[in-house]
């Protein structure tokens, strides 16, 4: 342009924020912080810093990579030679690298001292906001220790690699790598979450049971992260439903005949591969006892649970640091969307959903901490987990949508990364059980195990004289609950209450006041509309929302 030629104004770039990046997604997430240090996490401070700090930098290019890159399936080589593997981006690669390393996969089994679970739970949840997909295998291989502790000698075996510092992607035998990622394939075309039609069936070697060896043929419609180099399978024997350890090597060095059939074109979470696997007399080492395998399986199903919680939390977190993030630097009608009365109202209610789903994911947390030497924790974590999975999980797609819409049509544009945000909040609520079948999970628990009812309203009732509104609203929970008539019905109302109440009384207890009193005034009260951003006025919608926006 010539020193006399007028400047374009179209060609000038303004009113647009500047992007979210380079800033510590652990210290920037206050309600987390400040769970991690109250639910006995202090300790893991540094490396939660740690790794808050790297997530927050080129790892957030790292996730876009690996979405706009998915894996691609190899069943032979260039030779003809049935290989069954999974080829990924390097993005993928990186990102796995980085959660390996920081031990989010493994911590308490590294480390098992108190709040060791609470301390992942913060490394999880950190993780979750750069980019959810690579979270699955990290998941499984947390989640599948204490399962394989049902069998000391499988445990024996696997458990060093699996809790390995060291990522080494190479399809070769386990005994040739430093660590070792875990799988799972429950579910079939015909069952679905009614794991017990099953029809794969396992026949023994060498005379069957705990530990022992087995021939495995069928097939299952989910196998999670197939490039794994382990799984952890169900398989019908004469004494009913199994559990069985199937690796993708065999004891001597040769590929087992597990076959990659396809890999499915999901919705979202597309950075991980997911398949539809066919075992042909696979081998395998049962884990427990015979006919007891959906008990077995569950201990991993549990953790699993806890990390899809862990997982919409994280989500949700970073939406709502996406949107309030945006309005802070966006301009409309003569100023900033952020100090416009109804805008203010929408972050406020996003803000106040993050917080209750943050700080009653830490809470969950810490039940898994002390579930082991307490009973009544062991209780509580039962029924809450089902109860947190439901809501949190469920939640999480209406909360994202609607900190998408802040954006207006810049969110539903790919590079905003608010769409891949949007498409990965429906998969925890279906990955490890739907909505029905977490609720009605929570009805069986309070019919086989009712002290853990108890223990569940003993964690409501710390707050009780607290906060009026709260003490009241457990009080209908418990008059609807007295009358059984119709409960399964009812499954999602109660659910979703029994929920509600447990963020309340969380929240009144630790968290912010003014996020505490609007939860209450329109969750419990119900001074609250159908949708978000109908908080009622007078509520301090500023200091609920710098509390929840980033400082950058």
């Given amino acids: 342009m010539s020193t006399t030629e007028a400047p374009n104004p179209t060609r000038e770039v303004f009113n647009q924020p500047p992007p979210l990046r380079d800033y510590n997604l652990y210290l920037e997430n206050r309600p987390l912080a400040e769970a991690a240090r109250r639910e006995g996490a202090d300790w893991a401070e540094e490396r939660l810093v740690t790794l808050g700090a790297e997530a927050g930098g080129e790892p957030l290019e790292w996730g876009r990579l690996a979405n706009e890159n998915p894996p691609q399936l190899k069943t032979h080589d260039r030779y003809g030679n049935r290989i069954d593997e999974v080829e990924f981006h390097p993005a993928w690669h990186w990102l796995m690298e980085m959660s ?37 295998p990290i998941s499984m291989t947390y989640a599948a220790v ?21 990522y080494d992607p190479r399809v070769i035998p386990s005994e040739q790598k430093q660590g070792a990622l875990c799988g799972m394939a429950m579910t079939e075309r015909q069952g679905g979450s009614d794991v017990r039609s099953n029809t794969t069936i396992a026949k023994p070697l060498n005379g069957g049971g705990g530990g022992a060896e087995y021939e495995i043929t069928g097939h299952k419609w989910f196998c999670s992260a197939p490039m794994c180099d382990v ?33 499915k074109d999901k919705l979202g979470n597309r950075s991980n591969a997911s398949s539809e696997i066919e075992l042909d007399s696979a081998w395998a080492r049962m884990v427990g006892e015979e006919g007891r395998g959906v008990p077995t399986i569950i201990e991993m199903v549990n953790h699993t649970r806890l990390d899809c919680v862990l997982g919409s939390a994280g989500l949700v977190r970073a939406a709502v640091a996406e949107a309030t993030h945006h309005t802070a630097h966006r301009s409309a009608f003569g100023k900033l969307l952020i ?138 929970i418990k008059q609807e609950l007295s009358d059984l008539t119709d409960i399964e019905v009812r499954a999602r109302r109660v659910v979703e209450r029994m929920a509600l109440a447990l963020q309340g009384s969380v929240l009144v207890r630790h968290g912010d006041p003014a996020v505490a009193d609007a939860f209450c005034a329109s969750r419990l009260a119900g001074d609250h509309g159908r949708s978000l951003g109908t908080l009622p006025a007078g509520l301090d919608y500023r200091t609920i929302i710098e509390r929840h926006r980033p400082q950058v």
């Fill in 100 to 136: 390996v390393k920081h031990g989010t996969h493994a911590l308490p089994w590294r480390e098992p001292q108190s709040g060791a679970h609470a301390a992942r739970a913060a490394l999880m949840l950190s993780g979750s906001a750069v980019e959810s997909g690579h979270g699955c």
């Fill in 231 to 263: 799984f952890l399978v169900l398989a019908q024997t004469e004494g009913g439903v199994s559990c069985f350890l199937l690796p993708r090597f065999t004891p001597d060095g040769d590929r087992n005949r597990f076959h990659i059939n396809r890999l």
């Fill in 339 to 476: 100090d416009q009365p109804l805008m203010q109202n929408v972050l406020a209610d996003l803000c106040i959903e993050s917080e209750a789903a943050t700080l009653t994911a830490m809470r969950l947390a810490r039940a898994y901490d002390e579930s082991a030497g307490d009973e009544e924790a062991m209780l509580f974590k039962r029924l809450a987990t089902a109860v947190s999975k439901f809501w949190i999980c469920k939640s999480a797609v209406w909360i994202v949508g609607e900190a998408l819409e802040c954006f207006g049509g810049n969110g539903y544009v790919e590079e905003s990364g608010m769409p891949r945000i949007f498409r990965e909040t429906p998969l925890n609520s279906i990955w490890e059980g739907s909505g029905n079948v977490n609720a009605l999970d929570v009805l069986r628990a309070m019919a086989r195990t009712p002290a853990a009812v108890e223990a569940f309203f003993a964690e409501l009732e710390i707050a009780s004289g607290a906060e009026p509104r709260l003490d009241a609203y457990v009080n209908e």
């Fill in 146 to 166: 204490p399962a394989l502790r049902k069998q000391p000698e499988v445990a024996e075996e696997w458990v060093p690699k699996l809790t390995s510092l060291s």
